[in-house]
């Protein structure tokens, strides 16, 4: 068994992990490892066939694996070194772990970890759909893998369960493999694409006007033995069953971060965004040991994820220099309809630059409420909204955070 010694190590070489990198190379940090489990870096965009990548990091719109392939040509002409099919598989230390690949067996001892290890939809079995397990089971995620990345063939007929972003690359995915889609389910009374996205989908899907959408509508039984036959949807309003005909079902959205390593590690996960509790500097309960990108709470826009690695860059960066990690963590509690908040601890008399922006999702549709933030009876930030939709993440600005003076705990209303 080899051990390697290393500055950084960036488990996970998507958008976050190689944005982190490439950020920690320009503020001279060269001693670099990124570890992937998968046969070729890049994370999710390198198997998104579609435009929409780019925005925000580099400035260009670019399909995934183009975007992919832009940042890995710059981390292959740098010092950092890229272990692909090398899963961790373990923690041996605070800062040191086990992975193993088709090398064998290693050790890498890192005086900073980065987990960037991204997130996944909820499978059918964890959405605990009943009936038979036949083929034609999919979400967006495998069925890319499936088109893209695989060339196998999908069904002839399809059903999309879910109206949210990502429900639209199904769409595309569904259609470049030769699959009619017959309708779109959702379980809220709208979809759930917002401006700026929604024009974009359109003309990238060219078939969103052609696409019934189900309201209110979910799923209750999966038919088909060896293939699936049809689906079961229900209205949640009217109680009203349909079955719906089709040899293939999609099951889009419905985030889980890739939190296993980090629970491994016994880092704090927080009980709303399901990842791992982490501060405006992106540092994990675990001293040394920061997270980034969709580990945090779920899907955003990779360009979103790979801004998220590069601030947490700056943070390792202040770490290795100063050492020091947080005193006095505090905690934020989200209430209903709010489904969670990232980051989500603030801490008191903060070291190192915090990141400048919170990110919050509701669970349903949300008319004229005001988002309090409030430490004891001190109303810190407030901000008033006449519309808010779920699947769909709203910023607030972060200077509420410079007024914090006690360690009493922060809670987050929509009133
Ligand atoms: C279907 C689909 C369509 C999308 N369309 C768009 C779009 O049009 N525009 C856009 O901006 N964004 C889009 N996104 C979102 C974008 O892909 C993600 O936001 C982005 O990939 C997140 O980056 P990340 O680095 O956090 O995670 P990921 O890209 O998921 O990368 C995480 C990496 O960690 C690795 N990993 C996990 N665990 C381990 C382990 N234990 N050991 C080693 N390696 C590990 C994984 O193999 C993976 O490569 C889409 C996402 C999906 C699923």
Avoid at 146 to 158: D, I, L, P, Q
């Amino acid at each position: 068994m080899k051990v390697f010694n290393t500055d950084v190590l960036i488990i996970g070489a998507g958008p976050a992990g190689m944005a982190a990198a490439l950020q920690l190379t320009q503020m001279g940090i060269q001693d670099i490892i990124i570890v992937d489990r998968d046969t070729q870096a890049g994370g999710v965009p390198r198997l998104c066939n579609h435009l929409g990548f780019g925005m925000r990091d580099i400035h260009r719109v670019l399909s995934g694996p183009s975007y992919a392939e832009s940042y890995l040509k710059k981390i292959k002409n740098s010092s950092i070194q890229l272990l692909t099919e090398t899963t961790v598989t373990e923690w041996i230390d605070e800062k040191k772990i086990k992975i193993t690949s088709p090398k064998g067996i290693h050790t890498i001892d890192a005086k900073a970890i980065l987990l960037a290890t991204g997130c996944r939809e909820r499978p059918r079995s964890a959405r605990l759909i009943p009936g038979y397990r036949p083929q034609g089971i999919y979400n967006t995620g495998s069925l890319q893998d499936y088109v893209h990345g695989y060339k196998e063939e999908v069904g002839k007929s399809a059903v999309i369960i879910g109206a949210e972003l990502v429900s639209y690359s199904a769409i595309h995915t569904l259609s470049k493999a030769g699959c009619k889609i017959k309708l779109m389910a959702t379980e809220f009374d709208k979809h759930q694409i917002y401006m700026p996205y929604l024009p974009f989908k359109w003309w990238s899907s060219g078939l969103l006007p052609k696409i019934p959408l189900k309201k209110n509508s979910i799923v209750t039984n999966i038919y088909g033995k060896q293939r699936v036959t049809g689906i079961d949807l229900v209205n949640k309003k009217t109680g009203k069953k349909k079955h719906i005909a089709c040899d293939t079902v999609v099951f889009t959205g419905d985030w889980i971060p890739d939190h296993e390593m980090a629970r491994l590690g016994t880092i704090e996960i927080d009980d709303k965004t399901k990842g791992p509790v982490v501060d405006a500097q992106l540092r994990t309960s675990k001293e040394g040991i920061f997270a980034a990108g969709n580990l945090l709470r779920g899907s955003e826009p990779g360009d979103v994820a790979a801004l998220e690695g590069r601030h947490a860059a700056q943070s390792i960066e202040y770490y290795l220099k100063n050492g020091g990690w947080y005193k006095d963590r505090i905690k934020i509690i989200v209430t209903e309809p709010l489904k969670w908040i990232s980051p989500n601890s603030v801490d008191l008399g903060s070291s190192g630059l915090p990141m400048n922006r919170f990110l919050f999702r509701v669970n349903d549709f949300i008319k004229n409420k005001t988002f309090i933030v409030r430490q004891g009876e001190t109303v810190l930030y407030r901000k008033k909204y006449s519309t808010i939709g779920p699947n769909y993440s709203r910023k607030i600005d972060a200077q509420w955070i410079n007024n914090i003076n006690s360690t009493e705990p922060i809670s987050i209303s929509l009133e």
